[in-house]
């Protein structure tokens, strides 16, 4: 038995159907040639047979979603199998848009928190001699970086290695966490809001205050860098969900980044903004003012000695305003830089200070569900997770892609992650369906953004 | 725009997570041969772009799930089709047990009410050149017989017609409508206590006091054919379902009936009650009564003159304390018998008070949401719903199966359809995922226990 502590517990009342907070993953898989039925068959068999669950895939609430006394995991010792592994199939063609679309409805769905809160599923009919996974996983558990490297366990560098098993089987290693990743999900924030040592109700109140005068239209209290509305800062109005992937060579976009003198960082919001200032304006949404992302970012405080980075939070111009690639991209980088500047510009006791001062409203439209009525922080999340670096494998199995699957909250309508992993960069884009019609126009412009950087950059 | 009715409006209310008021069907097709996939993909593009809807594919609430006003219908004019038609498929083997699965998981979702709430889902993969096409439609617009009655829009007798149009696009016929179905669902039951002509209010109030004394161990009000508690009447926990078919040959089993002289409806009660005793003695679960079934039937009023039947309803022993097949084949033959003559010397004014007298604890369980708290009116609902009688075909692929998919409510985990369809009966087990693990042996077991009668009765 473990009590939730209070970030942990917020998920669980924040969850909501319209809102559900699971974040999951979609793995593709290159199949060993000439084995594609029997290799999915015995995946299949192995992980409906594998039935010992190390934690936390072994734990649930003791109380179910019902949340009326204080929350604790409990160790379940009757796991219901067929209910938390499902083996699924893509109708014909099998293509990326099927898979698409069947992710977008398993993502969906809410989890049963009367059940530990996670389900896996195995997706075969894959074109290509390939086949996916799809995890979710609840919030209250664990982040975009966690979960990854939940799913990692099962994983191996070595292309020959067999015998291997599914990842809820095999308990934690021994080694040393890595760096946190780098993905500001709601549950990181939490975090950061508790690590600033004031009580949750004092917090609270402070928080609210900034609410309050983000109302108030008169207030002399401003909350920097308040962003204009968009079509992606409205309400969830139901739970379905879009989903859409765009894969870039990690190589290809570093080359860029280099060319054009900027960080990958950099390259990455470029590219979201080139995209989303296209999809906006072809629905005649676009704003006049340029579209700002909230960046979580690895600085060095101003009095760092050496001991290490710390995780801090940036809002940053997508340059959305502007039509020409080159001038855009300059904004971004002009936007990002002083970002930057001003961060490493603060003492390590004051970083997290000043991200609560970012992000408290931000924070209490997610714990009150007021968002969507109040003017954003910033008009959307654009986090970028570091993955595995080297190629892993599954039985033999080569994982060819990792795509991030995320959670929403009201007044944040897209969500966009990307994870590298290996030698790629691997998009996802999460949308509230109602919100973003044809929202995997997104990331078809997103891909074409690349190209057309590449052709202003390096002209042939 | 039309105002829901207060029968129709219940379902708004009765709606949660575990206990979700839809139904459904599940019919499976014979496709031309030689032409799977080509059949396949022409279908899922006939049914993507058919993009007109007559009523009631057409309607929504003007609230959605919130039913914070009066609730009423109104027509949606921007209908979201990818949402609400869907194009699945079944991993290998593509056999029963995977279609069972599938539409388990597919009928434990909720309807988003902010949309008209129906979802049809063509799945393709099906083994032995079949297809299958599962719909779901909330209970606030149908029952399980104009359920039948709608999705039948989209069948023609004639195997060689063409050009055939989805159910959604084409308008509701000008033919007077057959006798009602005999389906006992929740809405048939409002129904029928609304034409008792006592106001809503007065109607709660009545039937509270039953609920009442069936809580009250030293009441004198008895409430008549007071079951025992048993696994079937559980509080549901959960959304998850497990449903399972059964389909017979209709010739054989009237050949049965008429060998055991009988009705059908005894030989279908025979093989539910044989069925569930193998099933609930296996786990342990037997109680040493027999378990009681509610079962919706067509009577002639004493005082009729050939006008017409009535829809009544009768309580009957399922047998399940007795070992010898004949034996509890008798007993529920003379339950039967001696329900229907009780219900056949009532005048037609009677019946109807007599009809509240049985089933007001129920309905009060579900209004109230205080089932499985109470003792069960009667173990199980087995309802005989009379569907199509000849065969039916769409753009020339046989219908060689439609079974209804159908709702739980708290005390009531087991629910039990059968539907004829020309020269076949078709079974629907529908069950609550948590309280009947193995469900699925039950529909094994009807179909054994049809074999075992058969030897009985007629020894070689």
Redesign the interface.
Known sequence: MKLLNVVDTSWLFVES?ATPMHIGTLSIFALPEGAH?EF??QT?ALLRDTRTFASPWNLKLNDG?LVTSIPRWVEDDDI?M??HF???????PGGER?LG??VS?LHS??L?L??PPWEVHLI??LAGNRMALYTKMHHSIVDGGSGVRLLSRMYSTDPDARQMLPPWSIPPSREPRKAAARVLSPRALFEMARSGGKSGVALLRALRRWVESTRDEGSNLKVPFTARRSALNSRI????RRFATQQYDLGEIKALARAADCTLNDIVLYLCGTALRRFLKESDRLTDAPLTAGIPVDVRPADDEGVGNALSFMIASLGTDIDDPLVRLAAIKASTREGKELLQSLPRSALTPYMMMIMAPYMVQMMTGIGASTRPVFNIIISNVAGPRRPLYFNGARLAALYPVSLLTHGAALNITCLSYADTLNFGFTGC??SL?HMQRLAVYTGEALAELAAVLRPA
């Open positions: 159907r039925d999915v068959q299949v979603a219901d067929d209910y499902r083996h699924s199939a893509l109708p014909k099927e679309v069947l409805r769905h809410q049963d009367n059940r075969e009919g109005k139901g739970s379905a369906r109602d019609p």
